[in-house]
């Protein structure tokens, strides 16, 4: 049996509005934010998944909510915290530019572990079993179309597992505010075919 996983960002926060480093630490939806996962709610309308996987922090959790009241058919829906954004310590909550990487490019950052500013950083061992656990997860359930409301980085990390990639700045996988990748698996779990939406 195949499987579809579509798989989204939230809709814009305060946070992405106001360039602070977010990491695990709750966020609402600016009104741009709110709209953005209504139009996607409603591109989505006719689709017939068997579950969505959300991230339990507030920005997923408020995104995933406005999606469902879209949608035709309501599957089941469940709040994960391996679908949390990766954690980044004692910048949570700081400017891009209090925290010293806003003259950084997103790509540039995102392999970095545990150095230099970053020393408090979740390390990426434990991002990986994160993002194994969502791949193993999917695998082995019944559900054959699952979508995940998660946050920019980990679902760019879990895109680098269910792709095969080694994390480093050429497999970062941006992708906007509520933006849709899709990746269909084989009965094996190897990648089938894919989309990803920047």
């Known amino acids: 049996m195949t499987k579809e996983i579509w798989m989204c960002r939230h809709g814009q926060s305060y946070y992405n509005l106001w360039e602070w480093v977010q990491g695990q630490k709750h966020s609402r939806l600016t009104q741009l934010g709110i709209n953005q996962a209504h139009d996607l709610g409603h591109e989505l309308r006719n689709e017939r998944f068997d579950r969505i996987l959300g991230s339990d922090r507030g920005r997923a959790i408020e995104t995933q909510l406005t999606i469902v009241a879209h949608l035709f058919y309501v599957p089941k829906r469940e709040y994960t915290p391996d679908l949390r954004e990766r954690g980044y310590g004692h910048m949570q909550g700081m400017s891009y530019k209090e925290a010293g990487i806003d003259k950084y490019a997103e790509a540039e950052l995102y392999p970095i572990d545990q150095e230099g500013i970053f020393y408090d950083i979740e390390p990426l061992k434990s991002v990986r079993k994160r993002t194994k656990r969502i791949k193993e997860r999917i695998i082995k359930s019944k559900d054959k179309k699952t979508l995940i409301v998660a946050h920019e980085w980990i679902n760019s990390y879990l895109m680098n597992e269910l792709l095969e990639e080694e994390i480093s700045k050429e497999t970062f996988h941006a992708q906007k505010n ?21």
């Open 178 to 198: 509520c933006a849709v990748s899709y990746f269909r698996l084989g009965k094996n779990g190897k990648v089938l075919e894919y989309k990803i939406a920047a």
